[in-house]
C-alpha cells in the first residue's frame, strides 16, 4: 500500500493538468483507508489499480496524434560481442568516446523521470547489454521503479555472454528476455554473426526458461537467400517450449546493405508455414503490439510477425527511444533527435527536460516514409540505435 501511495506521489506536476496530484493522493488514501476498515486486502488493491488507471496521462509523452508513449528503450552500451550482418558492417562502427556516453546515473535520472510521466515498459538494448560491467547494478537501480509506476523490465541480447548473468538480473527485476538468433545452424550462425557462440545463446534461452521468467522471446531477422528456409525450424521450437518466435522483416539501416529483393514480407512467411503446419491460429495482440501474434494449435509456444516493412504500425506507436549518447529518437527510422545528454550536463532541471522531451515527442510524425525512401534516407547503423 505504502508503495502504491509513493508510485502517486512519485508522479511529476506536469501529468497532474487536469487533477491537482494532492487530491488524487488524498482520494487514494481515503479510498485505501475506507477498504482496510473492511480488512479486504483483495478489494485494496483493486481499487489502488482503478484509481492508476485513471490518472490523466502526461502531456509530455503524447504526441499530436494522441499517442501515448508507455514503452522506452535505452541503449546502454554501443559495443557489441558479435558482427551481424543486417546490423553494422564488417569492419565495426566508429564508437563514441566513453565522455559521450550516458554515465549510469544520467541513464537512471532519465528512467526515473520517463516513469514518472507514464513509461510503464522499459527495454535495455545495445550493442550487447551484458558487455556493460555494470549491468547488474544498472537493472537493479531501473527495478526499482516498479515500486514508482514501472511494468516491466526488458532486455534485448544475444544471448552469448548472458547466461550466468541471468539469475542476478532476474533477482533484480528483470522480467522480460529477447534473445537475437537468426539461424538455428551452427555454421551459418557464424556466417550471419561473423563470430562463435551459437551454443551459449540457446543455453541462455533455456536458462531463462528455468527460472521462470514471464516472457522469453526469439526474435529472427528473416533474409532471403540467407535463412527464410529455417522459418519451418524455428517455428517447431514453439511446440514444446513456452516461448514466442518473432519473424523480423529485413529493414535498412547504414551498413547493412538492405535491398528490396532480401526483404520477405510477412504474408509469404505465413503461406509457407501454413504450408507444413496447417492453418495457424490468431492470438489476440495488444493495442500497441508491435508483433502480429499467432499459435500452431495445440503448440505451447507462440509465433509473431514485425512487418515493419510490409504493413507499419505506426499508427498505434507507444515507443520512444535513448541512444547510448543519450539522444532521444521518437521514431525508430527518423533521423531527428535531441541530446539529452547535452541538456543534462548544462544541469537543467526535470520540469526544463520534461519541455524538451516534450517537444520532440509532438513533432513525431504521422508515419515513417515507406521502406524504399527508408533504404534511401540517413539513418544510424542499428548497432548505434539499439533497435
Not at 12 to 39: D, F, G, M, W
Not at 242 to 259: A, C, H, K, Q, S
Not at 303 to 313: A, E, K, Q, R
Not at 319 to 327: C, E, P, S, V, Y
Amino acid at each position: 500500500l505504502t508503495n502504491a501511495l509513493n508510485g502517486l506521489r512519485f508522479n511529476s506536476s506536469a501529468a497532474a493538468t487536469t487533477i491537482p496530484l494532492t487530491t488524487k493522493v488524498s482520494s487514494c488514501e481515503n479510498s485505501v483507508s475506507s477498504l482496510r476498515h473492511q480488512n479486504n486486502l483483495s478489494l485494496v488493491q483493486h481499487k489502488i489499480e482503478a484509481i492508476d488507471t485513471e490518472r490523466p496521462f502526461s502531456n509530455f509523452l503524447t504526441d499530436t496524434f494522441n499517442r501515448q508513449h508507455t514503452y522506452l528503450r535505452i541503449s546502454i552500451t554501443e559495443k557489441c560481442n558479435l558482427r551481424c550482418t543486417y546490423c553494422m558492417p564488417a569492419e565495426g562502427v566508429q564508437l563514441s568516446s566513453n565522455d559521450e556516453l550516458l554515465t549510469t546515473e544520467e541513464i537512471l535520472r532519465l528512467a526515473r523521470l520517463f516513469v514518472s510521466q507514464g513509461i510503464t515498459k522499459i527495454r535495455l538494448t545495445g550493442g550487447e547489454p551484458t558487455v556493460r560491467p555494470d549491468i547488474i547494478q544498472l537493472v537493479q537501480g531501473i527495478g526499482e521503479l516498479k515500486n514508482h509506476g514501472l511494468q516491466q523490465l526488458g532486455m534485448t541480447s544475444n544471448g552469448i555472454a548472458l547466461k550466468r548473468k541471468l539469475p542476478s538480473l532476474f533477482d533484480a527485476g528483470m522480467d522480460s528476455l529477447n534473445v537475437s538468433l537468426d539461424t538455428l545452424d551452427k555454421d551459418m550462425f557464424e556466417i550471419i554473426t561473423r563470430r562463435k557462440g551459437y551454443e551459449r545463446v540457446l543455453e541462455s534461452v533455456h536458462q531463462a526458461l528455468e527460472l521462470g521468467m514471464p516472457s522469453v522471446k526469439i526474435n529472427c531477422v528473416v533474409i532471403r537467400g540467407t535463412n527464410d528456409h529455417e522459418v519451418s525450424n524455428f517455428v517447431a521450437l514453439t511446440k514444446n517450449l513456452p516461448i514466442t518466435v518473432r519473424f523480423i522483416e529485413y529493414m535498412p539501416f547504414d551498413g547493412n546493405r538492405w535491398n528490396a529483393d532480401k526483404l520477405v514480407p510477412y504474408k509469404d512467411l505465413i503461406r509457407d508455414i501454413e504450408g507444413k503446419y496447417g492453418r495457424l491460429q490468431k492470438v489476440s495482440d495488444d493495442p500497441n503490439d508491435t508483433t502480429k501474434a499467432y499459435r500452431v494449435p495445440g503448440y505451447a509456444g507462440k509465433v509473431g510477425f514485425i512487418t515493419s516493412m510490409s504493413d507499419h504500425f505506426c499508427g498505434t506507436c507507444n515507443r520512444l527511444r535513448i541512444t547510448t549518447d543519450g539522444n532521444l529518437k521518437v521514431c525508430l527510422f527518423g533521423a531527428a533527435e535531441v541530446s539529452l545528454r547535452d541538456y543534462m550536463r548544462q544541469s537543467v532541471s526535470d520540469d526544463d527536460l520534461c519541455d524538451i522531451i516534450g517537444m520532440a515527442v509532438k513533432n513525431k510524425k504521422k508515419q515513417h516514409a515507406g521502406m524504399f525512401a527508408l533504404a534511401a534516407q540517413k539513418n544510424r547503423p542499428m548497432i548505434l540505435i539499439g533497435g
